[in-house]
């Protein structure tokens, strides 16, 4: 089955910063789709980028952006001039191309520093 | 248009008891999904129905019945509530089950005592 790690309970960055969340996971499939979804107090789950393993071409949504490392089995994600609305927990998943069972990460609680 | 609605947002029962968790979607989707979300873990997947009428399991099933009532409302019930499945709910949603993206109701907050 597959897995998702995120090594990094917990993460701060200044206001304006930039950070970078981590994931790896594993998997014997060549095609499936990675997201990065955050989880504000309000406890509503959001996508924030997603990124199809068949694009070689790692995604960007404004300020968000990804290292996809297909071969290292690794997708981060990187926040650009960090805003305090950014402050939530976020949660990298993976999930099958032909499959409903999308398996997510532990999470990491990013704060934003004023 | 509401997306993902989700009832109750908040409950407490005592071990043994009954209940069904009702989630509702008004984007025309295919397919539903539930999840539970436990501390230090991230969501795992309950069951999911990839279209009306159909059910299957996800990666944690056991001590749940879910019902496709029909396009818009898929419930999940939990026939003898265990403290093991205090946990945070979630309701998503998707075109069909091809489609990458999920959409997520607010959850329901499952206190089993």
């Known amino acids: 089955a597959q897995t998702v790690t995120q090594s990094q309970p917990e993460m701060s960055v200044q206001e304006a910063e930039t950070v970078t969340l981590s994931c790896t996971y594993d998997t014997s499939e060549s095609d499936y789709y990675l997201f990065w979804y955050k989880q504000p107090p309000s406890r509503q789950m959001i996508l924030v980028i997603r990124q199809e393993a068949y694009k070689q071409q790692n995604a960007t949504e404004n300020r968000f952006s990804v290292n996809f490392q297909k071969a290292a089995k690794s997708f981060s994600l990187k926040i650009s001039d960090s805003q305090l609305g950014d402050a939530a927990m976020y949660f990298c998943a993976y999930r099958s191309y032909n499959n409903n069972d999308m398996r997510f990460g532990a999470g990491t609680r990013l704060t934003v520093k004023p | 248009n509401a997306g993902v609605t989700q009832t109750p947002k908040f409950q407490v029962l005592k071990t043994g008891q009954s209940m069904t968790l009702q989630c509702a979607q008004d984007?025309?989707?295919?397919?539903m999904y539930w999840y539970r979300q436990d501390p230090g873990m991230g969501l795992r997947l309950i069951y999911y129905s990839a279209s009306e009428g159909t059910t299957d399991k996800g990666e944690v099933p056991n001590g749940y019945n879910v019902s496709r009532l029909n396009k818009r409302e898929f419930s999940l019930r939990l026939e003898s509530a265990a403290p093991s499945q205090t946990s945070v709910y979630f309701c998503?949603?998707?075109?069909?089950?091809?489609?990458?993206?999920?959409?997520f109701g607010p959850g329901t907050r499952l206190t089993v005592t």
């Open positions: 984007m025309n989707h295919n397919s």
């Open positions: 998503a949603s998707s075109r069909d089950r091809s489609s990458y993206e999920q959409y």
